[in-house]
């Protein structure tokens, strides 16, 4: 069954980002570290997963969130995600005759 994306909301060190159009959530994206030779073990990585975050609004998306370590609250559509993270990017793109879309990253630090 399909779950609707409404409501996407998310917020850094307690601040909401305004006008949330887009978010992705990717869990345990690095390679796994144990020894294990049967994929039926749980296993463990180091790279806990990565965030983005897509937004009309400023609201969070400065660069001296760059490199700052702050819990990073997601829900809506299906995630609902409390965890601490480090900001890897913020980013700006003006469209001609339209809206800046702004746009958080950040890399999970745990899960």
């Known amino acids: ?5 409404t409501g996407l909301s ?3 060190d307690g601040t909401d ?3 949330v159009f887009d978010l992705s959530v990717q ?3 690095g390679d796994r570290k144990d020894r ?3 994929a039926s073990s749980t296993g463990w990585t ?5 965030v983005t975050i897509s937004a009309y609004g400023v609201s969070n998306m400065d660069s ?3 490199g700052a370590r702050k819990p990073l609250v997601l829900s809506g559509g299906g995630v609902s995600l409390t965890v601490n993270a480090v900001c890897t990017g913020v980013s700006a793109t003006p469209q001609l005759n ?3 879309r702004y746009t958080f990253t950040a890399k999970l630090l745990d899960t």
């Open 10 to 12: 998310a917020s850094w």
């Open 64 to 66: 001296f969130q760059f």
């Open 17 to 19: 980002f305004t006008e």
């Open 27 to 29: 869990l345990a994206s």
């Open 46 to 50: 180091d790279e806990a997963g990565t």
């Open 98 to 100: 339209g809206v800046t």
């Open 1 to 5: 069954m399909a779950t609707y994306s």
């Open 36 to 38: 294990a030779s049967v």
